[in-house]
């Protein structure tokens, strides 16, 4: 049975760090695309990270370019978001995803209606 069970975030002070990990059940992250979204309500859900397994390409918002990373640990069958240098407008509720996707342009791929796994979100908060 395929399924991803999320744990990490919760609050942070800007310049901070948090890592959100989701822990995946049967061959989830051989799936084709690992992605991890967020949204802030009253916002479209964004894609902040990408992670295409066929050719183990990775792609990271212009949002959050230089301060997340995406991972994923085969041996642990964990999918890894690691934050760092965060900010109050990093503040949103982030979900893990993975799903069947083809390759194609990055937007196209980070299509919410391409996964079909989701975690269950956890809420990170960046204030002083």
């Known amino acids: 049975q395929l399924g991803l069970t999320q744990s990490g975030g919760g609050s942070a002070q800007p310049g901070g760090s948090l890592t959100l990990s989701c822990d995946a059940s049967?061959?989830?992250?051989?799936?084709?695309?690992l992605a991890w979204f967020r949204q802030v309500p009253g916002k479209e859900r964004e894609g902040i990270a990408l992670?295409?397994?066929?050719?183990?390409?990775?792609h990271i918002a212009d949002s959050v370019k230089g301060r997340f990373s995406i991972s994923r640990d085969n041996a642990k069958k964990t999918l890894n978001l690691q934050m760092d240098n965060l900010q109050p407008e990093d503040t949103a509720l982030y979900s893990c995803?993975?799903?069947?996707?083809?390759?194609?342009?990055?937007?196209?791929?980070?299509?919410?209606?391409?996964?079909?796994?989701w975690g269950q979100g956890a809420q990170v908060t960046v204030s002083s």
């Open positions: 995803a993975a799903g069947r996707c083809s390759w194609g342009p990055v937007a196209t791929m980070l299509r919410g209606g391409n996964y079909e796994y």
């Open positions: 992670l295409y397994t066929g050719l183990d390409f990775t």
């Open positions: 049967g061959s989830t992250l051989n799936l084709a695309c």
